[in-house]
């Protein structure tokens, strides 16, 4: 009974610790971003702003209502960086790492933690993952920035190496973080004729937003092998992850490329089109970059982008949303009612009734909290017809940790309802369920007690 108790404890406390790891290194942030170090101009610049911007860096977000490229000093905008990079990767995960890397064992709260931030479910060879997340993130990262360099290099001349080498390694880790920071005002704008960025950027975008866990499932696989066990298996969530990441890509592009061949992408030529819209597929899932300005798309791509956006990236990953696998589920059980079965199927795979329970609750708290973000964001700001829609993307935006925004949407808001996008980007990072479990209490349910079934009519 004392280890049960113990054990509960352990896992209880753990979306506790990941709430305030998370609101710390939130808070600490914002203070350093608002110190004269940080700013531009040397100045202190305390207020919303700043922990805005913050939170919008842990959160791998990218909704930015001051301009880094201008605002930030060097020295700013690299720990910005860093705030995004420990985001991206989770930030218990990455002070778990640290002490790893030195030989410290975990505790069972400190696993639990990290489960929570990787989405890994099972703790046993937590090591292996930790380490192995630590060297994907350096690796892609690596590789990126220096494409990013060398394309930096050529398109603009008059930067010089060593900004060309910040540059690279900026737009790199934003890339692979899913986080919609950028160095210019127009976002990924200057990029949009060069395919060799806009690929770069697309490749770290979509390694970022399979998750650290499908990472590691891949290279366990030994396709050569023989013997099944040693060969290994492509688990059913990792399956879920990479047909979800192909189905929703393909969707994506066919569906921007109809709407705006000949409307946003006008004037670009087949190959930049083409490569427009694939970009434009994978920044409305999670990484929030604009290569053409979304005030410019129509009304349906406008609707289309909210959905996707909503839906987001995969579990354990830099990305957020909804999440692909979230919506697998919800589809397998919708097909499942239809087909009278009690029990929802996914490529031969039974899925237990828990994991189904959690979907719909993610499904209506993720709608929830959209649906009150907006609520008070009307409330507060009191738009007219033509600002409304905007300020329903801009909270979407913020709750999927997207980063994308229409016009100036982020900057015109006022101080309350920039603190009401700052707590939905918190909420959408750490994720429903999480919220839930820093609110129960141990010993609060009798899982014991059952009461007598009675049929309620729904529908």
């Known amino acids: ?119 890994e479910v099972r703790s046993g060879d937590m090591r292996r993952i930790l380490l192995g997340t630590l060297r994907y993130t350096l690796f892609w990262e690596a590789a990126g920035a220096v494409v990013f360099f060398a394309r930096l290099r050529a398109l603009f001349p008059d930067w010089g190496a060593g900004r060309a080498a910040t540059g690279g390694a900026f737009f790199a880790v934003m890339s692979f973080c899913n986080a919609g920071f950028s160095l210019f005002s127009d976002s990924f704008a200057p990029f949009l004729r060069d395919p060799a ?13 399979i998750g650290f866990v499908v990472h590691a499932n891949l290279l366990a696989l030994r396709p050569w092998r023989r013997d099944r066990l040693r060969r290994g298996r492509l688990t059913l969530h990792s399956r879920l992850v990479l047909e979800g990441i192909l189905a929703v890509l393909a969707l994506d592009m066919a569906m921007f490329l109809a709407l705006e061949w000949n409307g946003a992408y006008a004037g670009l030529g087949a190959r930049d089109t083409v490569v427009a819209g694939l970009f434009q597929a994978i920044t409305t899932r999670s990484a929030g970059f604009a290569a053409v300005p979304v005030r410019s798309l129509c009304p349906a791509s406008l609707a289309f982008t909210i959905l996707m956006m909503f839906i987001g990236a995969a579990p354990g990953s830099t990305g957020g949303g909804l999440k692909t696998t979230t919506v697998a589920i919800l589809g397998a059980t919708v097909a499942a009612m239809f087909a009278s079965r009690e029990t929802p199927e996914l490529h031969g795979r039974s899925i237990p009734r828990r994991i189904v329970n959690d979907a719909l609750a993610i499904l209506v708290l993720s709608l929830g909290i959209v649906l009150l973000g907006s ?62 479990l820093l609110l129960h209490r141990p010993g609060s349910a009798d899982l014991s007690k059952r009461y007598p079934e009675e049929n309620v009519i729904v529908g």
């Open 1 to 119: 009974m004392l280890a049960r108790s113990k054990f509960r404890q352990a896992f209880v406390s753990a979306p506790r610790a990941l709430v305030l790891a998370f609101a710390a290194a939130i808070a600490l942030g914002g203070l350093l971003l608002a110190s004269p170090f940080a700013s531009a101009d040397g100045a202190w610049h305390l207020g919303i702003d700043r922990l805005f911007v913050a939170t919008s860096a842990a959160c791998v977000t990218g909704l930015d209502p001051i301009g880094v490229g201008a605002a930030l000093s060097p020295a700013g905008l690299a720990l910005l960086a860093v705030l995004v990079q420990l985001g991206g990767i989770g930030i218990m995960t990455a002070g778990t790492i640290f002490f790893v890397v030195l030989g410290r064992s975990l505790s069972v709260t400190e696993e639990r933690s990290v489960s929570a931030s990787l989405g």
């Open 197 to 209: 960025s806009m690929l770069c950027a697309i490749a770290l975008s979509l390694v970022g937003g």
């Open 375 to 436: 609520f008070l964001l009307y409330l507060i700001e009191r738009p007219d017809d033509a600002r409304a829609p905007a300020l329903l993307f801009e909270t979407v935006s913020a709750f999927a940790n997207n980063g994308m925004s229409m016009a100036d949407t982020t900057s015109g808001l006022s101080s309350p309802s920039k603190l009401v996008i700052t707590l939905c980007m918190f909420a959408g990072r750490l994720g429903p369920v999480t919220l839930v």
